[in-house]
């Protein structure tokens, strides 16, 4: 007897996949979007997220989260002193790092007539936040304290030391004494001084970020390397732009470390003037309330300015040269003139 069978194909399971169906952040956990991604953020990234919603905005503005950032930023603004001067600020440490990480970039210097000398809110006080770093590793780090209502400190030039003249600090960067460690630190090397207003509850990063010029002297052989800001000062006066520079003095041990000297800041005109502590606080004051850049990258915009700066000095010395040939021929003129003038006198008479 046979027997028949019905073979049943096999039944294929499909999935649909509705493509069209969204995610809204909303369905994510609060404690999930700021534990496990803000938290892996930098400052810029976290600016930027802070813009998109509201959602993130608010969740962005956590206080704990600007301190991470801003400490793993500066270690130098670990102190008691900086902790309890940023807690001040208008919005903690999300205020100081808006105010410490861009480029400043106050361009337009002020008129004659406008530029006012000291007046009774002018910082009475200086803090210096400085941390140095070699491929994103910090060397060293401190802190230094300036008064400014002495007469020593207004009229005498302007300068902030970081070390003692005896002082030296150890880096683990090998100095060979060749043209090759010009361009490693020129790469490697980067430099953030920030100037806090303690009163004013204000900050400014004075440093271009990385060296704007590397250089060797021929004599004792150390490096001098230079982060400049441009500052704006005033109009139609040497003033009109300075620069603050701050030069890293570096020279080698005998175990072939380099080692770092000095660590310097000056305020000099587009004469090669060093401007005392009077002019320079005004300056340094408009700088506080000025703006800061936040297009492109810092080293770029810095070294930019600075190239911008050098041509404005080299066109303000050539003006500068003209005017006195001018003077000079006009002299020689007159001389000549009188001379002849004496002798044809002297012949008619």
Request: with cysteine; glycine share 6%.
């Amino acid at each position: 007897m046979a027997t028949s069978s019905t073979f049943t194909p096999p039944i294929k399971s499909t999935t649909t996949v509705d493509y069209c169906g969204t995610t809204t952040l909303s369905a994510v956990h609060p404690d999930i979007i700021q534990t496990n991604i803000l938290t892996r953020l930098d400052g810029p990234t976290l600016a930027s997220a802070a813009c998109t919603s509201s959602q993130l905005y608010a969740l962005s503005s956590e206080e704990n989260l600007w301190t991470n950032i801003c400490h793993s930023t500066w270690p130098s603004i670990k102190t008691p002193r900086l902790l309890h001067v940023i807690s001040t600020f208008p919005n903690g440490s999300r205020s100081f790092f808006s105010d410490s990480f861009h480029l400043l970039t106050n361009s337009d210097s002020t008129p004659a007539a406008d530029y006012s000398p000291l007046n009774p809110d002018h910082p009475t006080e200086l803090v210096s936040a400085i941390d140095v770093y070699y491929k994103g590793k910090v060397v060293f780090c401190k802190v230094i304290e300036t008064e400014t209502e002495t007469e020593w400190f207004k009229h005498s030039p302007f300068r902030l030391d970081l070390l003692d003249p005896k002082d030296v600090v150890p880096t683990p960067i090998r100095f060979n004494g060749g043209e090759e460690i010009c361009r490693e630190l020129t790469d490697d090397l980067t430099l953030s001084w920030i100037l806090i207003d303690p009163n004013g509850r204000r900050a400014v990063n004075l440093s271009s970020h990385k060296a704007v010029s590397v250089e060797r002297h021929w004599l004792s052989g150390d490096v001098h390397v230079r982060f400049v800001t441009i500052l704006a000062g005033k109009r139609g006066s040497a003033s009109e732009f300075v620069q603050c520079g701050i030069v890293v003095t570096c020279g080698g041990s005998e175990g072939g470390e380099l080692l770092v000297r000095e660590v310097s800041l000056q305020v000099e005109d587009m004469d090669a003037m060093h401007l005392n502590g009077k002019d320079s606080l005004v300056i340094l004051k408009r700088s506080l309330d000025g703006a800061k850049v936040r297009r492109g990258r810092r080293e770029d915009e810095g070294r930019k300015r600075y190239q911008e700066y050098l041509e404005r000095k080299k066109e303000r010395k050539e003006r500068r040269l003209r005017t006195e040939g001018a003077l000079d021929m006009l002299c020689i003129a007159f001389g000549v003139l009188a001379f002849s003038g004496f002798w044809l006198y002297l012949l008619c008479r």
